[in-house]
């Protein structure tokens, strides 16, 4: 090969290279020109906003697609003390604490979905109660928080069995102080599940409630004060329905798939950030285009805005969540105004994890 063969050749390759890196820069970070994303020529979504985790956990223990979902437990004493529970679909549920360090694993089924409530009384104490959908045996596995370890205990009366587990959520309600638990599977079948003391000290349940809807879902969300259930139904958008086990098959759509909405398939995680007086903000994770849309807690969900986690602070950017969960308390410095809590469908280089990003990063207000 001579000089000038090699130097066309060397032009090629790096006009090749630039080419493939804007490419990927372009897929990496989705933007409003996605056609999905345009209608008559203008984009439906106002920009997409861009923050980054401050914080990551370690990886699950199980490879390829198996952390999922996770649920926020708010030490009462020493808020900064609070830990993070996830899913690893593959085989079990973990416990971390706000630095993302695995404080426990229990290998105990392959848990889809997890949510978590306090002030459950059990055995006369109130406990801070978790539930999650286990997919080995299409069981709820129920657990309470021991404040002292952080760590998870087994207070299964028995092992219930739900229809198929796939995405899981809790409700307590406001009006009645009745815990619940609601589980659906692939094909649009939801359960609600009344979760009360066996008067042994042990959670049992009993169902009394059924919904279908026509296609795919799974996450989902209950907002105990103004007694709503949300569910995604991945390729078509969020659902409300009221969350009393009396609340009926009546629904509203709040969002969408597709050129008429903000969200691109699939649904997946929801979460609500309590504000004060009713109000404050029901999240979506818009797995389709790797963001997150925001919208008004109260009222008609009113769209809000949609956000992406970007790389920073030396951790990945994080993309193909699945479960998602936020709180707004304050959990010390790291976390003032709260945390959100993405699963990462691709952890650069290790298993699946969580990705932690600090709220006021979210919504724009300062720290206080
Ligand atoms: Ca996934
Ligand atoms: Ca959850
Ligand atoms: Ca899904
Ligand atoms: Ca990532």
């Given at each position: 090969?001579?000089?000038?063969?090699?130097?066309?050749?060397?032009?090629?390759?790096?006009?090749?290279?630039?080419?493939?890196?804007?490419?990927?820069?372009?897929a990496?970070?989705?933007?409003?020109?996605?056609?999905?994303?345009?209608?008559?020529?203008?984009?439906?979504?106002?920009?997409?906003?861009?923050?980054?985790?401050?914080?990551?956990?370690?990886?699950?223990?199980?490879?390829?697609?198996?952390?999922?979902?996770?649920?926020?437990?708010?030490?009462p004493?020493?808020?900064?003390?609070?830990?993070?529970?996830?899913?690893?679909?593959?085989g079990?549920?973990?416990?971390?604490?706000?630095?993302?360090?695995?404080?426990?694993?229990?290998?105990?089924?392959?848990?889809?979905?997890?949510?978590?409530?306090?002030?459950?009384?059990?055995?006369?104490?109130?406990?801070?109660?978790?539930?999650?959908?286990?997919?080995?045996?299409?069981?709820?596995?129920?657990?309470?928080?021991?404040?002292?370890?952080?760590?998870?205990?087994?207070?299964?009366a028995?092992?219930?069995?739900?229809?198929?587990?796939?995405?899981?959520?809790?409700?307590?309600?406001?009006?009645?102080?009745?815990?619940?638990?609601?589980?659906?599977?692939?094909?649009?079948?939801?359960?609600?599940?009344?979760l009360?003391?066996?008067?042994?000290?042990?959670?049992?349940?009993?169902?009394?409630?059924?919904?279908?809807?026509?296609?795919?879902?799974?996450?989902?969300v209950?907002?105990?004060?103004?007694?709503?259930f949300?569910?995604?139904?991945?390729?078509?958008?969020?659902?409300?329905?009221r969350?009393?086990?009396?609340?009926?098959?009546?629904?509203?759509?709040?969002?969408?798939?597709?050129?008429?909405?903000?969200?691109?398939?699939?649904?997946?995680?929801?979460?609500?950030?309590?504000?004060?007086?009713?109000?404050?903000?029901?999240?979506?994770?818009?797995?389709?285009?790797?963001?997150?849309?925001?919208?008004?807690r109260?009222?008609?969900?009113?769209?809000?805005?949609?956000?992406?986690?970007?790389?920073?602070?030396?951790?990945?950017?994080?993309?193909?969540?699945?479960?998602?969960?936020?709180?707004?308390?304050?959990?010390?410095?790291?976390?003032?105004?709260?945390?959100?809590?993405?699963?990462?469908?691709?952890?650069?280089?290790?298993?699946?994890?969580?990705?932690?990003?600090?709220?006021?990063?979210?919504?724009?207000?300062?720290?206080?």
């Amino acid at each position: 090969m001579n000089k000038e063969t090699r130097k066309k050749i060397a032009t090629v390759i790096s006009i090749y290279s630039i080419l493939m890196a804007f490419s990927l820069l372009a897929a990496a970070h989705p933007t409003t020109a996605d056609p999905a994303l345009m209608r008559n020529g203008r984009s439906t979504v106002k920009p997409i906003h861009s923050v980054a985790a401050t914080v990551e956990t370690h990886p699950v223990p199980n490879a390829e697609d198996a952390a999922d979902d996770s649920a926020i437990w708010i030490d009462p004493v020493d808020a900064s003390r609070s830990a993070i529970i996830g899913t690893d679909k593959q085989g079990g549920i973990a416990v971390y604490d706000l630095a993302g360090n695995q404080i426990q694993y229990l290998p105990d089924g392959k848990m889809n979905n997890v949510d978590i409530r306090t002030g459950f009384l059990l055995g006369g104490q109130s406990v801070a109660l978790v539930a999650a959908s286990n997919r080995s045996d299409d069981t709820i596995a129920l657990y309470r928080v021991n404040p002292s370890t952080r760590m998870l205990e087994d207070v299964a009366a028995r092992r219930v069995k739900t229809v198929m587990a796939y995405g899981c959520c809790m409700y307590r309600s406001a009006k009645t102080g009745k815990f619940y638990y609601f589980v659906n599977d692939k094909f649009g079948q939801v359960e609600q599940w009344q979760l009360f003391d066996n008067g042994k000290g042990k959670v049992d349940a009993r169902r009394v409630r059924r919904l279908k809807l026509a296609t795919q879902v799974e996450g989902c969300v209950a907002d105990d004060d103004l007694g709503y259930f949300y569910i995604g139904e991945e390729n078509v958008g969020i659902w409300k329905y009221r969350a009393e086990p009396s609340g009926g098959r009546r629904r509203t759509l709040v969002d969408s798939t597709g050129p008429r909405g903000h969200l691109a398939a699939d649904v997946e995680g929801l979460t609500i950030a309590y504000g004060k007086n009713g109000k404050g903000y029901l999240i979506a994770s818009s797995q389709g285009n790797n963001s997150y849309v925001i919208y008004r807690r109260e009222g008609r969900n009113r769209y809000v805005k949609t956000f992406q986690i970007i790389a920073d602070n030396g951790i990945d950017e994080v993309g193909n969540t699945d479960g998602i969960d936020v709180t707004t308390a304050n959990l010390g410095p790291a976390f003032p105004r709260g945390v959100f809590i993405a699963q990462d469908g691709l952890n650069e280089g290790a298993n699946q994890n969580f990705k932690l990003v600090p709220w006021h990063l979210i919504t724009g207000e300062d720290q206080p």
